[in-house]
């Protein structure tokens, strides 16, 4: 086969990967002016959204909104639309947002079109041009055809590093000691679940599920167990140390899993996903993610069976989806500017530079049972700073979502899609302030932080004022 000849497209901003972060980066660059490309490898954007898991990082255990602007516009589509389930409190630690996964859909590729991006899908990043600390293009593989994006910013929304370590960004992965990596996840959906049932079950048997880890709720776990069915919706933690999931694991019944995460994506069909399938592989490497589909699916089929006949409420239950794609936790964390802490999530830190707020739990999955969980202080939020959005030695582009700079307690929290959504929006917005200067030597250092954060509360963001 003979080289095809390479075709050049210019724009204000490319955005690699059409995940959480990346459609937060779009929308915003695109509303503040800029034209936008999104390259995405698959069929479709919006990553983990559309997957069924539901929103973390928005809500801080003790019960503050800390995300705002373009999420908010996501969750309003969808309850237009009639997807939007809405917050909810799970009584172990996490307020979590829950939305119809096929509506989320609809929604993001709405908005999208709305704002004038241009989606370049099924397409590969191949390389990039550099010029000097600067990258001048993006070599994109697409159908046979080969293109060359050129733009003022590139925003690296990849989760892998993919375009900030083609030029030459260093990175951390994994564990630091161990190079473990947290398992991979193939969520999976079944309807005609009896909600009440469910909850009664929790409640009269407290000891299967996580309840009253953050000791902010005041409540015995028994009183967790209560309010959880007064709230009436299914979002139930199913632990391993249960009796009902240890059980199963020691019969081989069940995979190894610390959990089983349940959460409603549909109160018309009576549907909840189920997260709980866990296989350890390096998803950088194409041939061991590729790899890892089968035994993802074996499980969650097994996880299905087991929920019909062990899991009261699931007894009329029928498998109705599998995520569009698996979900990856972990991989590289490309070194930025700065390095979000594990102090500083732990303490929930606040920086003059903030740019987005996180709030989700400490929270590393690790092989078979293993996990690490323990909520932010006080059930507050912490802040992420500008400077980890800024990849070193590099001056035209950022690194946002799970691959932006931290180390591997303080990405634990922070690659959650309510977070990565904001990351985006700050990302975005300072793009297209960048861009508007058409100055080919602008570094995104000299970005003017008071006015990029005064833009973002002007658009919704929130990014003061919280615990």
């Not at 990553?47 to 909104?65: F, K, N, Q, R, T």
């Not at 993006?138 to 892998?160: H, K, M, P, W």
């Amino acid at each position: 086969m003979t080289s095809a000849a390479i075709n050049k497209i210019s724009c204000d901003v490319v955005i690699l990967g059409g995940g959480a972060s990346g459609i937060g980066a779009a929308l915003a660059a695109a509303r503040n002016g800029s034209s936008v490309i999104i390259v995405d490898a698959g069929p479709m954007v919006g990553g983990e959204l559309v997957s069924g898991i539901p929103v973390d990082g928005c809500i801080s255990s003790a019960g503050e909104w800390v995300v705002g602007g373009i999420v908010r516009e996501l969750f309003d589509e969808c309850d237009r639309l009639g997807g939007y389930i809405g917050p909810i409190n799970d009584f172990r630690s996490l307020n979590v947002v829950a939305v119809d996964p096929e509506i989320m859909k609809i929604a993001v590729i709405g908005l999208l079109h709305r704002a004038g991006v241009r989606l370049m899908l099924y397409s590969f990043a191949d390389n990039v041009v550099m010029e000097n600390d600067r990258i001048a293009g993006l070599v994109v593989a697409a159908r046979g055809r080969r293109y060359l994006l050129e733009a003022s910013v590139f925003i690296d929304a990849s989760g892998d590093g993919d375009l900030a370590i083609a030029a030459g960004a260093t990175f951390d992965k994994g564990d630091p000691d161990t190079g473990e990596l947290q398992p991979l996840t193939l969520m999976f959906r079944m309807v005609g679940v009896d909600t009440e049932r469910l909850l009664r079950f929790v409640r009269d048997n407290p000891e299967n599920a996580g309840l009253g880890e953050f000791k902010g709720l005041g409540k015995s776990r028994a009183e967790c167990a209560q309010a959880l069915y007064e709230q009436g919706l299914a979002k139930v933690f199913f632990v391993s140390d249960g009796p009902l999931m240890k059980q199963a694991i020691a019969e081989g019944y069940l995979h190894s899993s610390s959990m089983i995460g349940i959460t409603p994506t549909s109160i018309a069909r009576r549907e909840v996903s189920l997260n709980t399938t866990r296989y350890v592989a390096d998803a950088t490497n194409t041939r061991t993610l590729s790899g890892a589909f089968p035994e993802l699916a074996k499980q969650a089929w097994q996880a299905a069976d087991f929920a019909r006949k062990r899991i009261p409420g699931f007894e009329s239950a029928v498998f109705s989806a599998f995520a569009p794609r698996v979900g990856i936790r972990e991989t590289r964390r490309v070194k930025g500017e700065y390095q979000l802490s594990d102090v500083d999530v732990a303490e929930g830190r606040k920086h003059d530079d903030g740019i987005a707020k996180g709030a989700h739990e400490i929270d590393v999955h690790l092989a078979g049972t293993g996990h690490y969980r323990t909520p932010i202080k006080d059930g507050g939020s912490y802040d992420i700073p500008y400077r980890t959005l800024i990849p070193k030695g590099i001056a035209n582009a950022f690194v946002i979502g799970r691959c932006f700079s931290s180390s591997r307690i303080a990405h634990s929290t922070a690659r959650v899609m309510g977070t990565c959504l904001a990351m985006g929006q700050a990302a975005g917005t300072a793009a297209a302030m960048a861009a508007k200067r058409n100055d080919t030597n602008f570094d995104l250092r000299q970005v003017d932080v008071p006015v990029l954060r005064d833009v973002l509360k002007s658009q919704g963001a929130v990014l003061d004022g919280t615990k």
